[in-house]
C-alpha cells in the first residue's frame, strides 16, 4: 500500500512538471522559466548562500507564531467549547475578527512594530502568523470539544472525574483528533502568509526572496523560491498528517 502511494504521487509529480514544460516552451528565462532553468536556479541561489538563511528566517518565524497562536488558542476553544457563558460573550468578537484577511493586518503590524531592523521584521511576520493561526484554531477547537460524544461525559461523572482531572483526561483527549486537524489547516495557512508577509519590509526570509528576484528580473531565481516553499510546506503538512494518524491510532481510529 505504501509503495502505491509513493508511485500515484510520483506519477501526480510527473504530470505537473510535463504540464509546466508544454506550457513554458518558447520562453526565455525573463519570462516564465521551465522546470530545468527553475532547477539551475535553486543551484545558483544555494551556491551564493542566501537560500538556507532565507529558510532559516521563514521557518522561525512560522513557529513562533504558529507555537503562540496554539497555546493561546486550544485553551480559549476549550472554554468557549465547554462554556455556554463564554461562547456567548466571547464568540461573536472572534467571528466578527476572523474574516479580516491576515494580510490586511499588515499597515497595522508595520506600525506596531514598526523599525527596520531585523527584529521588528520578525515581530511584525509573527505577529501576521499569529493572526492566520488564531483563529482557524480557536475555531476547530471549539467544534471538537462541543462534539465531544456525551456518553464519554456521562462516564467521566459517574466516576466522579470533575474539575481540572476531567479535562487533562477525559475532555481534551476526545477532542483531540479534531484539534489536531484544525492545527494542520493552520499550518498550512500560517506558510501561506508568512510568505506573504515578507514580501513587504523585511531583508530576510522566502517571501523576500520572491519579491527581490522579481525586482531582478530573475523569474527562474523566483520560481525556484516557489519550488522551495512548495517542498517546505509539503513536509509541514506531511508532519502535521503523521502526528494527526497517530492520535487517531491512539483511540484505535484510522483513515480511509
Do not use: Y
Given at each position: 500500500?505504501?509503495?502505491r502511494?509513493?508511485?500515484?504521487?510520483?506519477?501526480g509529480?510527473?504530470?505537473?512538471?510535463?504540464?509546466?514544460h508544454?506550457?513554458?516552451?518558447?520562453?526565455?528565462?525573463?519570462e516564465?522559466?521551465?522546470?530545468?532553468?527553475t532547477?539551475?536556479?535553486?543551484?545558483?541561489?544555494?551556491?551564493?548562500?542566501?537560500l538556507?538563511k532565507?529558510i532559516?528566517?521563514?521557518?522561525?518565524r512560522v513557529?513562533w507564531?504558529?507555537?503562540?497562536?496554539?497555546?493561546?488558542?486550544?485553551?480559549?476553544?476549550?472554554?468557549?467549547?465547554?462554556?455556554?457563558?463564554?461562547?456567548?460573550t466571547?464568540?461573536?468578537?472572534?467571528?466578527?475578527?476572523?474574516p479580516?484577511s491576515p494580510?490586511?493586518?499588515?499597515?497595522i503590524a508595520?506600525l506596531?512594530?514598526?523599525?527596520?531592523?531585523?527584529?521588528?521584521?520578525d515581530?511584525?511576520?509573527?505577529?501576521?502568523?499569529f493572526?492566520?493561526?488564531?483563529?482557524?484554531?480557536?475555531?476547530?477547537t471549539?467544534?471538537?470539544?462541543g462534539?465531544?460524544?456525551?456518553?464519554?461525559?456521562?462516564?467521566?461523572?459517574?466516576?466522579?472525574v470533575?474539575?481540572?482531572?476531567?479535562?487533562?483526561?477525559v475532555?481534551v483527549?476526545?477532542?483531540?483528533?479534531?484539534?489536531?486537524?484544525?492545527?494542520?489547516l493552520?499550518l498550512?495557512?500560517?506558510?501561506?502568509v508568512v510568505?506573504?508577509?515578507e514580501?513587504v519590509?523585511?531583508?530576510?526570509?522566502?517571501?523576500f526572496q520572491?519579491n527581490?528576484?522579481?525586482?531582478?528580473i530573475?523569474?527562474?531565481?523566483v520560481?525556484?523560491?516557489?519550488?522551495?516553499?512548495?517542498?517546505i510546506?509539503?513536509l509541514?503538512?506531511?508532519?502535521?498528517s503523521?502526528?494527526?494518524?497517530?492520535?487517531?491510532?491512539r483511540?484505535?481510529?484510522?483513515?480511509?
Amino acid at each position: 500500500m505504501r509503495l502505491r502511494s509513493i508511485a500515484f504521487a510520483a506519477l501526480g509529480f510527473a504530470l505537473f512538471v510535463g504540464t509546466w514544460h508544454l506550457l513554458t516552451l518558447g520562453h526565455g528565462v525573463a519570462e516564465v522559466a521551465g522546470p530545468w532553468l527553475t532547477m539551475v536556479g535553486i543551484g545558483e541561489v544555494m551556491a551564493a548562500g542566501h537560500l538556507w538563511k532565507n529558510i532559516v528566517a521563514s521557518v522561525f518565524r512560522v513557529s513562533w507564531g504558529f507555537s503562540l497562536a496554539a497555546a493561546i488558542g486550544i485553551p480559549l476553544g476549550i472554554l468557549l467549547g465547554w462554556s455556554p457563558r463564554c461562547m456567548m460573550t466571547f464568540n461573536p468578537v472572534i467571528q466578527a475578527l476572523r474574516p479580516i484577511s491576515p494580510i490586511a493586518w499588515i499597515p497595522i503590524a508595520v506600525l506596531m512594530f514598526g523599525g527596520h531592523g531585523l527584529l521588528s521584521a520578525d515581530f511584525s511576520a509573527i505577529f501576521l502568523v499569529f493572526l492566520a493561526s488564531f483563529f482557524p484554531i480557536v475555531t476547530a477547537t471549539t467544534s471538537a470539544v462541543g462534539s465531544v460524544e456525551q456518553k464519554f461525559i456521562r462516564s467521566a461523572r459517574n466516576f466522579g472525574v470533575e474539575g481540572l482531572p476531567f479535562f487533562r483526561r477525559v475532555l481534551v483527549p476526545a477532542a483531540m483528533p479534531q484539534i489536531l486537524t484544525g492545527l494542520r489547516l493552520a499550518l498550512g495557512i500560517s506558510w501561506v502568509v508568512v510568505v506573504a508577509a515578507e514580501m513587504v519590509g523585511v531583508e530576510r526570509g522566502l517571501g523576500f526572496q520572491v519579491n527581490d528576484s522579481r525586482n531582478a528580473i530573475r523569474f527562474d531565481h523566483v520560481e525556484a523560491a516557489m519550488v522551495v516553499i512548495a517542498i517546505i510546506g509539503l513536509l509541514l503538512d506531511s508532519g502535521m498528517s503523521r502526528i494527526e494518524s497517530a492520535a487517531l491510532a491512539r483511540r484505535g481510529m484510522s483513515r480511509r
